[in-house]
Structure formats: C-alpha cells, structure tokens
C-alpha cells in the first residue's frame, strides 16, 4: 500500500478550496493509498532562519522545535508526497513555501551534479515520489507552466524518484479534477 501525505497548503484566506483538498485525499484512497493529510495552516510552524544546523549541527533534523520537524518527518518516510496549494505567481502559497524551505535538512550539505547542474547529494537512499497539485483561480496558462517547471526542479533538488504536477481552476467540476488527479497519479505509477 502507496503511503502518501498531503501537504495541504491552502491558507486561512483560501479556506473555501478546502474541497480541492478533500478531492486529492479522496482520489489516494480510491487508489488504495494510506494518506495522511497536513493542513498546515493550522500548524505553528516558523520560517527557516537560514543557518544550516539542519545540516551541521543536527544533520537531517531543524534547530527550531516545531511541527515542521514532524511533518518533514512524515515527508521521508512516506511513498509520495503531494503539494497542494493556490498558485501563487506561478508559485507554493506561504504556508506550503514554509515546510519546504524548513525540509533543506533532507537533503546533504554536499554537492553532486545532474544533467551538468550542481545540485545537493541526496542524505537518504530513497526519497518519495512528488505530485504538485496546484489550484488556479481561473485558467492561466502562463501560471500553470510556471507551476509545473518549479515542481521539477523541487522534484530534481529533493531526488524524487518520480514527479507530476497538475493545474486544477476553481471553475472546474469536481469530475474533472478528479481525472486530472487521477492522471497525474497513474504518470506516477500509482493505480488502483
């Protein structure tokens, strides 16, 4: 059984797409996942301060001691991540941004490169596969190119093993985001 986490990122201001969220968590488990959702607005969780104890004083693990040590937790133990959130300028909306500068400590201090790009060395030997879901206010191609191409260079930063990113609107129905879930899934491997 996939062990997925949702790292729902969708802000106090944005509560009403909460149903997206329900809609991703819905589609894990009609493909058999085990999901655990994070909605992290509801968490305590401070800005990383950019001094590298992750790496040098505690390797793997943040100096502050807050949720964002159990949810990054989570993270590497699971099989997929997945980021759900507004597009922000093609972007992760702050919460979501938050966790993931926080999660730097899951990656090594060391360098390596890929593709002819310098790049952190992986710190773990597997990490899960990533699906980006980001929620447009309304159909913006330029935003959803943006959104996707950040989630491969997350995906290629982290490791992932495998990436897909899908652009879901407000104004589509619930079927359709489902089918849109559902294919970025199956582009993972992961099928009922």
């Given at each position: 059984?996939?062990?997925?986490?949702?790292?729902?990122?969708?802000?106090?201001?944005?509560?009403?797409?909460?149903?997206v969220?329900?809609?991703?968590?819905?589609?894990?488990?009609?493909?058999?996942?085990?999901?655990?959702?994070?909605v992290?607005?509801d968490?305590?969780?401070?800005?990383?301060?950019?001094?590298?104890?992750?790496?040098?004083q505690?390797?793997?693990?943040?100096?502050?001691?807050?949720?964002?040590?159990?949810?990054?937790?989570?993270?590497?133990?699971?099989?997929?991540?997945?980021?759900?959130?507004?597009?922000?300028?093609?972007?992760?909306?702050?919460?979501?941004?938050?966790?993931?500068?926080?999660?730097?400590?899951?990656?090594?201090?060391?360098?390596?490169?890929?593709?002819?790009?310098?790049?952190?060395?992986?710190?773990?030997?597997?990490?899960?596969?990533?699906?980006?879901v980001g929620?447009?206010?309304?159909?913006?191609?330029?935003?959803?190119?943006?959104?996707?191409?950040?989630?491969?260079?997350?995906?290629?930063?982290?490791?992932?093993?495998?990436?897909?990113?899908?652009?879901?609107?407000?104004?589509?129905?619930?079927?359709?985001?489902?089918?849109?879930?559902?294919?970025?899934?199956?582009?993972?491997?992961?099928?009922?």
């Amino acid at each position: 059984m996939v062990k997925a986490i949702v790292l729902n990122g969708i802000g106090q201001a944005h509560r009403n797409l909460d149903y997206v969220g329900e809609i991703a968590v819905d589609e894990l488990h009609r493909l058999g996942c085990s999901v655990k959702s994070t909605v992290l607005r509801d968490l305590a969780i401070a800005p990383c301060m950019g001094c590298f104890g992750c790496w040098v004083q505690t390797p793997g693990v943040c100096l502050i001691d807050d949720a964002a040590r159990e949810v990054t937790r989570k993270m590497i133990q699971s099989d997929l991540v997945v980021y759900l959130t507004p597009i922000t300028f093609g972007g992760y909306s702050s919460d979501l941004k938050k966790v993931l500068d926080r999660s730097i400590g899951l990656i090594s201090p060391f360098f390596t490169k890929i593709n002819g790009e310098v790049h952190h060395r992986k710190r773990y030997a597997q990490a899960p596969k990533l699906l980006g879901v980001g929620i447009a206010h309304e159909p913006d191609e330029e935003s959803a190119r943006i959104f996707k191409a950040l989630v491969v260079r997350n995906a290629i930063n982290i490791h992932n093993e495998a990436h897909a990113a899908c652009v879901v609107s407000e104004d589509q129905s619930a079927t359709e985001m489902h089918e849109l879930m559902r294919a970025a899934l199956h582009e993972l491997g992961i099928m009922s």
